[in-house]
């Protein structure tokens, strides 16, 4: 088609009318959305400036919190430490008594055992009461060394633990 515009353009059919008009209602809806979109960001702006700030105060909270936690575990481990020492200068006496218990418990048997080896050819009597002298010693012995023992392990644990600290 040639662009000769010194005539009047041929008259528009109803068909191609119509067309325009949508065409034109179309735009004009385009139009009313473009119309909406200043509002739409201006709510996203918002709704974008709340969920930063609940963003920064989330932060701030857990900044907080960590803290918070931080410091309960610095002064649960000052505690436990502090419990750990003084439960260590409380066992470290009783642990010392209890050995020197002990060595003075070895050197009574041996004294005894001497002892039964001159009494044995004494008689029944003196063996009975050697036996039951015998088995009192014994008795505090083996508590003493149960006692010693479990003193050992409960240090070892203590220590054990005061280590993973």
Same mark, same amino acid.
């Given at each position: 088609?040639?662009?000769?515009?010194s005539s009047?353009?041929p008259v528009?059919?109803?068909?191609q009318?119509?067309?325009i008009s949508?065409?034109i209602? &179309?735009i004009?809806?385009?139009?009313?959305k473009?119309?909406?979109?200043?509002?739409k960001?201006?709510r996203?702006?918002?709704?974008?400036?709340?969920? #930063?700030?609940?963003?920064q105060?989330?932060r701030?909270?857990l900044?907080?919190?960590?803290d918070?936690?931080?410091e &309960?575990?610095?002064?649960?481990?000052?505690n436990?430490k502090?419990?750990?020492?003084?439960?260590?200068?409380?066992?470290?006496?009783?642990?010392?008594e209890?050995d020197?218990?002990i060595?003075?418990l070895?050197e009574?048997?041996?004294?005894?055992d001497?002892i039964?080896?001159?009494?044995?050819?004494g008689?029944i009597f003196?063996a009975?009461?050697?036996?039951?002298a015998?088995?009192?010693?014994?008795s505090?012995t083996?508590?003493?060394?149960t006692q010693?023992?479990t #003193?050992?392990q409960?240090?070892?644990v203590?220590e054990k633990?005061? &280590?993973?600290l």
């Amino acid at each position: 088609m040639p662009n000769d515009y010194s005539s009047d353009p041929p008259v528009a059919t109803a068909g191609q009318l119509l067309a325009i008009s949508d065409k034109i209602n &179309d735009i004009s809806k385009n139009m009313d959305k473009l119309a909406e979109m200043p509002q739409k960001l201006d709510r996203m702006n918002m709704q974008l400036e709340q969920l #930063n700030k609940e963003h920064q105060q989330t932060r701030n909270d857990l900044t907080q919190t960590r803290d918070n936690l931080q410091e &309960d575990l610095d002064r649960a481990k000052s505690n436990f430490k502090s419990e750990i020492k003084q439960l260590r200068n409380e066992v470290d006496p009783k642990f010392k008594e209890v050995d020197s218990q002990i060595r003075v418990l070895h050197e009574s048997k041996t004294k005894i055992d001497s002892i039964t080896n001159l009494v044995r050819f004494g008689g029944i009597f003196l063996a009975g009461l050697f036996v039951v002298a015998w088995n009192t010693q014994t008795s505090k012995t083996d508590t003493v060394n149960t006692q010693a023992t479990t #003193n050992a392990q409960s240090i070892q644990v203590l220590e054990k633990q005061s &280590d993973q600290l």
